[in-house]
């Protein structure tokens, strides 16, 4: 795997306002998931389209509100991406979660304080 771009979050404080503004603006599809105020966003057809979500804003790192586009990495190996974050100077931020249906997700800050997500994806059958 070649650790492409396979996932982006748009956190925001009216998601209700984001949503319509996504829509009208990109014609971005939205279909409630999970949580409340959580939406999977099909950001178009075919196999270049990324997967996407909209939230509420929330903080991985306490004190730091995420904006801008939370990008999620595809990975093979989870604990192998946890041992090259480490080695290469970044820090895990949040551990690893299994999502279930889904995969396991960590979030790691990189040398420049960014925060990125690494997911392990379950294989579709």
């Given at each position: 795997?070649?650790?492409?771009l396979?996932h982006?979050?748009?956190?925001?404080?009216?998601?209700?306002?984001?949503?319509?503004?996504?829509?009208?603006?990109?014609?971005?599809?939205?279909?409630?998931?999970?949580?409340?105020?959580?939406?999977?966003?099909?950001?178009?057809?075919?196999?270049?389209?990324?997967?996407?979500?909209?939230?509420?804003?929330?903080?991985?790192?306490?004190?730091?509100?995420?904006?801008?586009?939370?990008?999620?990495?595809?990975?093979?190996?989870?604990?192998?991406?946890?041992?090259?974050?480490?080695?290469?100077g970044?820090?895990?931020?949040?551990?690893?979660?299994?999502?279930?249906?889904?995969g396991?997700?960590?979030?790691?800050?990189?040398?420049?304080?960014?925060?990125?997500?690494?997911?392990?994806?379950?294989?579709?059958?």
């Open positions: 795997m070649a650790n492409n396979k982006l979050a748009v956190h925001a404080d009216d998601v209700d306002r984001a949503r319509s503004f996504y829509e009208k603006t990109f014609g971005w599809q939205f279909n409630a998931w999970g949580p409340p105020n959580f939406f999977l966003i099909q950001t178009g057809n075919g196999e270049d389209a990324v997967q996407g979500a909209l939230q509420g804003r929330r903080e991985i790192v306490a004190g730091k509100p995420m904006f801008g586009f939370e990008c999620t990495l595809g990975v093979e190996s989870i604990d192998d991406t946890i041992a090259a974050v480490e080695a290469n970044g820090k895990i931020v949040m551990p690893k979660f299994h999502i279930p249906t889904v396991t997700l960590i979030f790691f800050e990189d040398t420049e304080g960014n925060i990125v997500g690494a997911m392990q994806y379950l294989e579709k059958t």
